[in-house]
């Protein structure tokens, strides 16, 4: 990196910093994580888009199944759910796996003909009444066990930290899901059906609430760091508080924050050496080729379709592991919350702000952008307040400006980037 890009990273440590000593420590370290995870998804998106110039808008759905994955693997199992329900379930899946498969073994090993198209209509209808017949008593079975707390199957109840590569997996899979069937088309028709495609990942975990309590939410999920009210309850924690000038329980949420920090800076550290690793080897040069001109590259007898199918798989599993790693942050599966504003559009932002085809640049694009949707609606709380500080209380005028800060972050995210595409086109730290 030159140090102008230094320089850019150091502006940005000094923002978080100056979070800490203005405002309070635990305030820069929620920026600091979520800052990373942001960062994580922005080198996903970066991979599809500037190293192959595929337009994703569905990041939303694989960051969800990166949550999804953190519940199946480390939630207990509910025990009654289990044996009521789960074997029906599973063989309704695997009914639905078999009668996709015999019709696309029908429709390829027939000939085109009515009866293709009759057998085909036959196999998919007989398959969807078993599979109904067998999954749907099975999920009010499974969903009148307790409903207040569980009515749902949960999880397999292994280690939380084995939950984000997994998450990286379930993305994986979607995408190439996605992939077979979606990346023939023309980016803006791709760009659409991801878009869709996120849509209905969000409605299945919205609305299946045997498979994660839909906007019931699932709470509680274990954490890899200490719980805060057991370094409160340890002696040793507390007198090494009292020596750092900390009472305990500030001292155990920062402890708790910096855990945090540490496990995610080394899923970055990994994730971008990969990602680094890649760009200058000759995959990434033929990805590059492929990006700039289709054509000539299939020409010159590389498989496009197939590569893009790589790279599509690829980033969307890093949005999956990112996912699974703020599913853990916040300790809860909140299905409702995942909105294409905060898990598409942003992402984007952070790509096109910080550089595409530089992972440096999207990883600077994810922890500053990141830095300004969290401060500027305070801050021009604090503006709004400070310019009608001389208005009346009951000016309506007053109520306007002041009701309208909550807008901020969205104006403030176009400013930022219209400034950068009219003085910036290609990124603070652009493709090399």
């Not at 749907?136 to 307790?146: F, G, L, S, T, W």
């Not at 994986?172 to 495609?197: E, H, M, N, V």
Request: charged residues 10%; proline residues 4%.
């Amino acid at each position: 990196m030159s140090k102008r890009d230094l320089s850019l990273f150091g502006l940005v440590a000094l923002l978080i910093v100056g979070t800490g000593f203005v405002q309070s420590w635990n305030s820069a370290l929620l920026i600091l994580n979520m800052g990373l995870i942001s960062a994580i998804m922005a080198l996903g998106v970066n991979m599809q888009w500037g190293y192959a110039g595929l337009f994703n808008v569905g990041i939303m759905g694989f960051v969800a199944m990166g949550g999804l994955a953190t519940v199946i693997i480390s939630m207990p199992p509910t025990e009654e759910a289990w044996r009521v329900g789960s074997l029906r379930v599973i063989l309704a899946l695997a009914s639905g796996a078999a009668t996709i498969t015999a019709a696309v073994f029908l429709h390829k090993g027939m000939a085109t003909s009515r009866r293709r198209a009759i057998a085909v209509i036959a196999v998919l209808i007989a398959g969807f009444l078993i599979y109904r017949w067998l999954f749907d008593p099975a999920v009010v079975a499974i969903e009148k066990i307790n409903p207040a707390s569980t009515g749902y199957l949960g999880g397999l109840g292994l280690p939380v930290l084995l939950a984000w590569p997994v998450g990286g997996l379930f993305a994986a899979g979607t995408a190439w899901i996605i992939g077979k069937t979606a990346l023939g088309l023309r980016s803006d028709y791709l760009a659409i059906a991801t878009l869709g495609i996120a849509e209905i990942i969000i409605a299945v975990l919205k609305n299946e609430d045997w498979l994660s309590r839909g906007v019931k939410n699932v709470v509680g999920i274990p954490r890899p760091v200490p719980y805060e009210i057991d370094l409160q309850n340890s002696a040793e924690f507390v007198q090494n508080a009292a020596a750092l000038g900390l009472d305990p329980t500030t001292a155990s949420t920062l402890y708790v924050k910096l855990g945090y920090a540490f496990l995610f800076t080394i899923v970055l550290i990994i994730l971008l050496w990969l990602a680094q690793k890649a760009w200058n080897s000759p995959w990434g040069r033929m990805m590059r080729a492929i990006r700039d001109n289709e054509v000539a590259a299939e020409a010159m007898g590389k498989d496009v379709t197939a590569r893009h199918l790589q790279v599509f798989i690829l980033g969307s599993a890093i949005c999956g592991v990112a996912g699974a790693m703020m599913t853990t942050l916040d300790g809860q599966l909140t299905p409702g919350t995942y909105q294409p504003l905060r898990y598409t559009f942003l992402i984007w932002v952070m790509v096109i702000v910080g550089g595409s085809g530089n992972n440096f640049g999207a990883v600077l694009g994810g922890f500053l952008v990141w830095f300004l949707w969290v401060q500027v609606e305070p801050l021009g709380l604090f503006v709004m307040e400070t310019v009608t500080a001389g208005l009346s209380e009951g000016s309506s005028l007053k109520q306007h400006l002041l009701a309208s800060a909550a807008h901020m972050r969205l104006l403030t995210m176009g400013v930022v980037l219209l400034l950068v595409l009219r003085f910036s086109p290609r990124g603070l730290i652009p493709e090399r």
